[in-house]
């Protein structure tokens, strides 16, 4: 898949790719999940010299730190129990190609500093081993995260995060690009009709996409196009039938649906209230501790500097610590 989309901000991603393509340059790719970074980092990958080597992935937060670790570098034979052979990390299997780092800031701070030194060093160490391997990988990371507000807490290393962000792509979430959806459907009815004729999408669907606040982004689009395919069976048109049920019962953007949406916002603006007095409570509690405060609100760490922020309570922090 090609990046589609007229949208300014599409336009101005493919610029960027052209030119840091042909570079070893590092980027940081951000947005929302399934707005396409790592086809944003298949493209520059594509479109670089490193074009016939490989393209290899992987997601820094689906694997645990002890595993991640050992996927990226690789190991020694007896290097810790299972270890019968020697493996390559994905560091070697990328070696003159590209590897993608998707949902760096899931890294533990231990594992970035081992990032870094790759970055800076061009080498390598395999887990329970000593010598030094040379590589040459050129890394793209990506994240839906705040990076900058990661590391104002210490939870993502500065050095490490000025690597990554030489070059940055950020892409917006499909709901600020909405223009460009006729043109994503066109693209993945024509993928999901190569045996069979392409079907028409009636205009109500088109209404509804418009007033979808699509917080899936492009996969979401993807997923409800592939399934009523399924559903059309031989019929040759997408009704909103095909579509799922929070589709079919959206109300319009008018009328009695401004109501609706008053109190959907009344009731979203009372759970805020509430969790930020919890919040402020588990501070004044724990005299501005935040990990104790996570532990009495049930929450992680990391979940309540995120919380922290959102709601914008440094201020309130500092008059309890």
Known sequence: MSI?????SIQE????????????????????????????AKSI??????????????????????LLESELFGYVKGAFTGAYQEKKGLFEEADGGTLFLDEIGEMSLSL?????????????????GVASISIDVRVLAATLKDLHFAVTEKLFREDLFYRLNVMSLHLPPLRERKEDIPELVEYFLVRFSQNRTKPHVDSIVFKKFQQYSWPGNIRELENILERAMVLIGTQNEISIEHLPQHFRSQVPLDGASAQVQDEVLSIKKRVQTLEIDLIKKALVQTSGNRTHAAKILEISHRALLYKLKEYELSDFLSTTS
Not at 112 to 128: A, Y
Request: hydrophobic residues 30%; positive net charge.
């Open 45 to 66: 990958h594509e479109q670089s010299k490193r074009k016939q080597k490989k393209f290899v992935t992987i997601n820094c937060g689906a694997i645990p730190e002890n």
């Open 112 to 128: 970035q500093s081992k990032l870094l030194r790759v970055l800076q060093e061009g080498e390598i160490r395999k887990v329970g």
């Open 4 to 8: 589609l989309g007229k949208h300014p």
């Open 13 to 40: 991603i493919k610029a960027l790719i052209q030119k840091v393509a042909p570079f070893k340059t590092t980027c940081l790719i951000t947005g929302e999940s399934g707005t396409g970074k790592e086809l944003v």
